[in-house]
T-cell receptor, first 112, second 116 residues
């Protein structure tokens, strides 16, 4: 079955710096890759997603890239702000299945 | 529009007791999922309902866990008897579809279960 690995587990940056979180997946048939952000005490919320027919997607300060050959995808946050501090989860949706497989999460801390 | 709601938000029970978690999905969402996160680990799939039917329960740890979705609306997840390793945050999510139109899975705030 699908297996998703996520790195790093924790990431500390200064406000204004960029942050990159990387995930790899094992099932080459996976076709949908969402990223969820979970702020302290709140629910995970979708912040951006990408499908396998696209290599990059951007939404303001966040972007996601997908390399199907290498089976990895990354979340990029530019000009980080303290409110970006949260746990970020990547996930993959294997083709033919209806369940997301999640990574272990990355705790991002943005210091003022 | 109300989001996915879960009850209770926290539960502390003794080993051997029974606990029932409830999830109310977004109205109209046929797909309902249960996930669990043990501290520091991934959000792990437990099971998936389509309306009232169990589509996939491959992630259920053992027969101490029982999930129901009567009438295809809210769902309950019962743990009986609870063991220490059942501690974690139980998330419910709902969606209209997955990977296609209406793909987004909306999560509840989770139930933090502590078994002592």
């Amino acid at each position: 079955g699908e297996n998703v690995e996520q790195h790093p587990s924790t990431l500390s940056v200064q406000e204004g710096d960029s942050a990159v979180i990387k995930c790899t997946y094992s099932d080459s048939a996976s076709n949908y890759f969402p990223w969820y952000k979970q702020e302290l005490g709140k629910r995970p919320q979708l912040i951006i997603d990408i499908r396998s027919n696209v290599g990059e997607k951007k939404d303001q300060r966040i972007a996601v890239t997908l390399n199907k050959t290498a089976k990895h995808f990354s979340l990029h946050i530019t000009e980080t702000q303290p409110e970006d501090s949260a746990v970020y989860f990547c996930a993959a949706l294997p083709t033919g299945f209806q369940k997301l497989v999640f990574g272990t999460g990355t705790r991002l801390l943005v210091s003022p | 529009e109300a989001g996915v709601t879960q009850f209770p938000s926290h539960s502390v029970i003794e080993k051997g007791q029974t606990v029932t978690l409830r999830c109310d999905p977004i109205s109209g969402h046929d797909n309902l999922y249960w996930y669990r996160r043990v501290m520091g680990k991934e959000i792990k799939f437990l099971l998936h309902f389509v309306k009232e039917s169990k589509q996939d329960e491959s992630g259920m740890p053992n027969n101490r866990f029982l999930a129901e979705r009567t009438g295809g609306t809210y769902s309950t997840l019962k743990v009986q008897p609870a063991e220490l390793e059942d501690s974690g945050v139980y998330f419910c999510a709902s969606s209209q579809g997955m990977g296609g139109i209406g793909a987004e899975a909306f999560f509840g705030q989770g139930t933090r279960l502590t078994v002592v």
